[in-house]
């Protein structure tokens, strides 16, 4: 008896998984590049907010 493919419902095929793999590898790529994209962004809008002249009492 050999039990090393089991013949159930719980079973998938190999495909089935491949592309569960493509997709979380897209879903990570899309999360990474905007993490990227929006990091720098944040932090520039974060510094101009608190060195705006108003806020140092210049205007």
Same mark, same amino acid.
């Given at each position: 008896?050999?039990?090393?493919?089991?013949?159930? !419902?719980?079973?998938?095929?190999?495909?089935?998984?491949? %592309?569960? #793999? %493509? @997709?979380?590898?897209?879903?990570?790529? %899309?999360? +990474?590049?905007?993490?990227?994209?929006?990091?720098?962004?944040?932090? #520039? +809008?974060?510094?101009? #907010?608190?060195?705006? !002249?108003?806020h140092?009492? +210049? @205007?």
């Amino acid at each position: 008896m050999d039990l090393s493919y089991p013949a159930g !419902p719980a079973a998938l095929p190999k495909h089935i998984l491949d %592309i569960w #793999v %493509i @997709v979380l590898i897209i879903l990570g790529t %899309i999360l +990474i590049m905007t993490a990227l994209l929006l990091c720098p962004a944040t932090a #520039v +809008i974060i510094y101009r #907010v608190r060195t705006h !002249p108003m806020h140092n009492g +210049i @205007v």
